[in-house]
């Protein structure tokens, strides 16, 4: 938080997030952020936000292009916001930004959008599952009372949990992720925060909320 001396209040410092949302959510994620753009400080030659948009009208590159967008998108963010409609759950490139925000050290929160009115029939749609719920990171112990425990990424499939294939390599235990016991996994979902756009009134707070999940990360 920064201080400001006139007010005597703490104020959240504006961070560059990364946005990451299924496209049929269009719609309701520009609510998102139109707000983020109005309330930025930022001057007009910078952008204080990127998003999957960055990376859509590439999808017949390839996985790995699609890879090395995302990389490039959340390059020089402090956080990864999640805005969950009906499908993200289930999407692969919103797993994998997810991904990068433990890979990388970088804040992860998650924000349901599905509480604001749907641009067809004016109508707030039920909740989505909550994507970070399907990822996590998992402990390996190694033999021996000595040994270095490995930590990685899990997805959750049908089979239960299973290794995250689009990232294998190991990763490093987030602060703010619960140490799961040899052999388990901390689903993701525990341990970063998810709001409510609307009940909790994002318009006004999701800097403060990606502020929060930057900081928690060390950012």
Request: net charge positive; glycine share 8%.
């Amino acid at each position: 938080m920064q201080y400001n001396a006139l007010s005597g209040l703490k104020i959240p410092v504006k961070r560059k997030a990364f946005f990451s949302f299924h496209y049929d959510d269009i719609m309701r994620v520009n609510n998102v952020r139109n707000a983020w753009k109005i309330d930025h400080p930022d001057s007009p030659l910078m952008r204080s936000f990127y998003d999957s948009s960055l990376w859509e009208s590439k999808k017949l590159e390839g996985p790995e292009a699609v890879k090395r967008l995302i990389r490039e998108g959340v390059e020089h963010t402090s956080a990864i916001c999640v805005l969950i409609g009906s499908q993200t759950w289930s999407r692969r490139w919103v797993r994998y930004e997810i991904a990068r925000a433990i890979v990388d050290g970088r804040g992860l929160l998650a924000v349901h959008i599905n509480s604001l009115a749907h641009h067809i029939t004016r109508r707030p749609d039920a909740p989505g599952f909550n994507p970070l719920s399907y990822m996590a990171v998992g402990k390996a112990q190694g033999v021996g009372l000595f040994s270095i425990p490995q930590y990685h990424l899990y997805e959750r499939t049908a089979n239960g949990w299973d290794r995250y294939a689009d990232y294998t390599s190991a990763v490093t235990l987030p602060s703010w992720v619960a140490d799961p016991a040899p052999g388990y996994v901390t689903p993701l979902g525990r341990s970063a925060i998810t709001y409510d756009y609307v009940a909790q009134n994002g318009h006004q707070n999701v800097g403060i909320w990606v502020d929060a999940a930057a900081k928690a990360a060390g950012r």
